[in-house]
């Protein structure tokens, strides 16, 4: 059996970077993207958002336009630099060290990056720190019970460059049982998506009608609560609770 190289995550998407795009503009990455957006639009609006691991903006830059403000965050330089060429506000950085100051953001959110971090506990712990009492935290995970593992199971794996494949970079499948112990004190799950439920292969959305029928379903299915968490992408919405205030008085109670 061959030996499975796996790369450190910066040089992984660094390498990834010259290619991410080229079949992200429509189809399957298409409908995830767009999938995902709505999720992150319907707590963004008017807030300041933070997406850690942004990679090449193509989110982000739909999410600015509703935000009060929004920056992104991302370990890979190469990634980076195509989303300062879409005029978007970076930095780079890792999720598990994120350079922004507790309780700044009303939404941070994270997609397709947090199966491929090790410290996951340590990730949820900054996205958490970062989100100010009361604004939510969108964390998205892959999962084991979906069709999409089956296939990423059977299948070879993908090409990222002339000499790498995505087996080449840490991917770890939660339930989410396991995410939920992953959030750090404070963070309560408030919702769960599923994305990606009936697709069996990305392929099926290469031809228009078939794409548009299987587009209506999947955003269908991706709030059910029988088939949400079937869903090869298990996007989850935590709040992070206020603070209890020790220090106020029992309301009714005698000061003497």
């Not at 990834?16 to 079949?23: D, P, Q």
Request: a positive charge.
């Amino acid at each position: 059996m061959k030996h499975r190289v796996i790369k450190p995550n910066r040089d992984y998407y660094d390498e990834f970077a010259a290619t991410y795009e080229r079949e992200r503009h429509a189809g399957y990455h298409r409908l995830i993207d767009r999938l995902e957006t709505e999720i992150a639009l319907s707590y963004a609006r008017g807030g300041r958002v933070l997406e850690a691991g942004c990679g090449t903006g193509l989110i982000l830059k739909e999410i600015r336009p509703a935000a009060e403000s929004a920056v992104g965050l991302d370990l890979s330089a190469a990634m980076l630099s195509s989303a300062r060429g879409r005029g978007l506000p970076v930095v780079q950085a890792s999720v598990t060290h994120i350079p922004f100051p507790s309780n700044h953001f009303d939404l941070a959110l994270c997609f397709k990056v947090l199966a491929h971090v090790e410290a996951i506990a340590e990730a949820m712990a900054e996205l958490g720190r970062v989100v100010r009492p009361g604004g939510h935290v969108i964390a998205e995970f892959y999962n084991p019970w979906s069709l999409r593992y089956l296939i990423k199971r059977w299948k070879r794996p993908s090409a990222i460059s002339r000499g790498t494949t995505d087996a080449a970079v840490y991917t770890r499948y939660d339930q989410l049982a396991s995410i939920r112990g992953y959030l750090p004190p404070g963070l309560e799950i408030v919702d769960v998506r599923g994305l990606r439920v009936l697709t069996p292969f990305a392929q099926v959305h290469r031809w228009p009608l078939v794409s548009s029928a299987f587009a209506f379903f999947e955003r269908k299915a991706s709030a059910l609560p029988g088939l949400r968490r079937l869903g090869g992408f298990l996007v989850v919405v935590a709040r992070k609770c206020p603070p209890v205030d020790s220090a106020r008085p029992v309301r009714g109670g005698s000061s003497r």
